[in-house]
């Protein structure tokens, strides 16, 4: 009789794949190799979309720094390059949160910003 080599650590592996693969449809979540290629695949999305989420905020926030500071009378990139020659260190993240809440602390970084680009 063959030996049994790995039984529970592979039995192990396997009920770690399919309780990960619960919630799915079908097979994928009842078999183990559609469930593990469904598995592999979603663990695949989730660190590529822990990257695109950085870029996703950061456009969002772009976006919200150029519509406030064109109520100021400038463009993005006037501004942005503005507080750069003002040696002004501020985070776009913050800025955005400024545009949208504090609107006379972004009017006083608008007149530094055109002070400085003037």
């Known amino acids: 009789m063959p030996r049994a080599r790995g039984v529970v650590p592979g039995r192990n592996r396997r009920k770690k794949v399919l309780k990960a693969s619960k919630g799915n449809f079908g097979g ?3 078999l183990f190799k559609s469930a593990n ?3 592999l695949r979603s663990l695949n999305y989730a660190y590529e979309h822990r990257r695109a989420k950085k870029r ?3 456009k969002l926030w772009i976006v919200r720094i150029n ?3 064109r109520e100021q009378g400038l463009s993005y990139s006037a501004f942005i390059n503005g507080l750069k020659q003002a040696n002004v260190e501020i ?3 913050v800025l955005a949160e400024l545009a949208a809440t504090d609107t006379a602390a972004f009017k006083e970084l608008a007149d530094v910003a ?3 680009g003037a």
Do not use: I, L, P
């Open 37 to 39: 290629e469904t598995y």
């Open 114 to 116: 055109r002070q400085a």
């Open 28 to 30: 994928r979540s009842r």
């Open 91 to 93: 985070n776009r993240k």
């Open 67 to 69: 519509a406030a500071a």
């Open 56 to 58: 996703d905020f950061r």
